[in-house]
């Protein structure tokens, strides 16, 4: 399977699944496209979930090869603003007050219902503090930046 780069993680999500249904690319290298990205983008994850995403991205291809993935959206990375519930993550809600509260035992049911679906985690996206304000800012886990923009936040 050759990867034509007819899409990158940052087009939409139903164009990256015809991509899979077609063969262009599979689950495991649209999670290493995403984190490529994910790497250059400062101050965008609070955390990331690699080796969670790589076993779903992983478990996804399987499913693609056989021709039984979940739903058409099977393999398709996604991040979670950090108000979501993910298992085995901290929830801080973009405050570091909540830094050392006990990880989330369950997935959100938004999560579940997707991860079900065969969707990829790749881990938890930076908010405003307590999710308070719509600017992005937040003082604790730096302002993140567009990396396609001209530098504003």
């Not at 990867?3 to 940052?10: A, P």
């Not at 984190?35 to 080796?51: K, T």
Request: net charge negative; proline share 7%; with cysteine.
């Amino acid at each position: 399977m050759t990867d034509t780069g007819s899409h990158s993680v940052t087009g939409d999500a139903c164009a990256l699944a015809e991509d899979f249904a077609q063969g262009r690319s599979d689950p495991v290298q649209a999670l290493d496209k995403a984190l490529q990205q994910a790497a250059r983008a400062d101050h965008v994850f609070i955390s990331m979930s690699i080796e969670r995403a790589r076993r779903e991205a992983e478990a996804s291809a399987a499913r693609w090869q056989q021709g039984q993935p979940l739903s058409p959206f099977d393999g398709v990375p996604i991040a979670w603003k950090d108000l979501f519930d993910v298992a085995g993550s901290v929830t801080t809600a973009g405050a570091a007050v909540r830094n050392n509260l006990s990880p989330a035992l369950l997935d959100a049911p938004s999560v579940g219902l997707l991860a079900r679906s065969g969707m990829v985690s790749l881990g938890k996206t930076n908010l405003s503090e307590f999710a308070y304000s719509g600017l992005g800012l937040n003082p604790h886990f730096g302002t993140p930046i567009n990396p396609n923009s001209d530098g504003s936040p």
